[in-house]
């Protein structure tokens, strides 16, 4: 069962353009949205998070626009730059229970050229 | 503060050996995790844990077992090692009254 899908695989975007991510979601129990940024040989950082009670998060060039009724967030990358390029993921979170349960999806890889 | 440190980075284990790997956090944080990642399918749960003493199952807990004998410790054991356990492993941790987790670098196995 895949709850969380995530679009595009990969992207190449120019040095000042806009990276746009996606990720669509099953499951309306998640009840926080983040983006994680993983570069090569690290662990994931969280990078930028929304709760439901919002539709819109900015944070300097990362900006979250959040669709409950679509069931969709993405991220925003205002001009991109090259030290943007890593892997995003998107990985809502099931409040049940203890301990945050992230649901990760399948990543996008993001090249910023120049 | 070192955050979340993993030992070993590395490791190329036969099929069939057993092995233990190591998660450290010095941020007093009370929940921790352990997670496998495979090229195209994202970070899928093992087993975590709420606290000292505790532990439960994940998404993928088959094969792996876990112990938290110490609140900074997480430990990560696989019995009896299969070509379908080669991973990127990562542990991370997070404080009870939040949502962000702190992953740590990574440990790669190869289990030929």
């Known amino acids: 069962q895949q709850q969380v899908k995530q679009s595009p695989q990969s992207l190449i975007v120019q040095k000042g353009g806009i990276s746009i991510i996606n990720c669509a979601y099953e499951?309306?129990?998640?009840?926080?949205f983040p983006w994680y940024q993983q570069f090569p040989g690290k662990g994931p950082a969280l990078l930028i998070a929304i709760r439901p009670d919002v539709s819109e998060k900015k944070e300097g060039r990362f900006t979250i626009s959040f669709n409950k009724s679509a069931k969709q967030f993405s991220l925003h990358i205002m001009d991109s730059q090259p030290g943007d390029s890593a892997t995003y993921f998107c990985a809502p979170l099931h409040p049940a229970g203890t301990a945050s349960k992230l649901t990760f999806g399948t990543g996008t890889r993001l090249q910023v050229t120049l | 503060n070192a955050g979340v440190t993993q030992t070993p980075k590395f490791r190329v284990l036969k099929t069939g050996q057993s092995m233990t790997l190591l998660c450290a956090q010095d941020?007093?944080?009370?929940?921790m995790y352990w997670y496998r990642q495979d090229p195209g399918m994202g970070l899928r749960l093992i087993h975590y844990?709420?606290?000292?003493?505790?532990?439960a199952k994940g998404e993928v807990p088959d094969g792996y077992n876990v112990s938290r004998l110490k609140k900074q410790n997480f430990l990560l054991g696989l019995e009896s090692a299969a070509p379908s356990q080669t991973s990127v492993y990562f542990c991370?941790?997070?404080?009870?009254?939040?949502?962000?987790?702190?992953f740590g670098p990574g440990t790669r196995l190869t289990v030929l």
């Open positions: 991370a941790s997070s404080r009870a009254d939040t949502d962000t987790q702190y």
């Open positions: 941020m007093n944080h009370e929940y």
């Open positions: 499951n309306t129990a998640f009840d926080y």
């Open positions: 844990s709420v606290g000292e003493g505790t532990t």
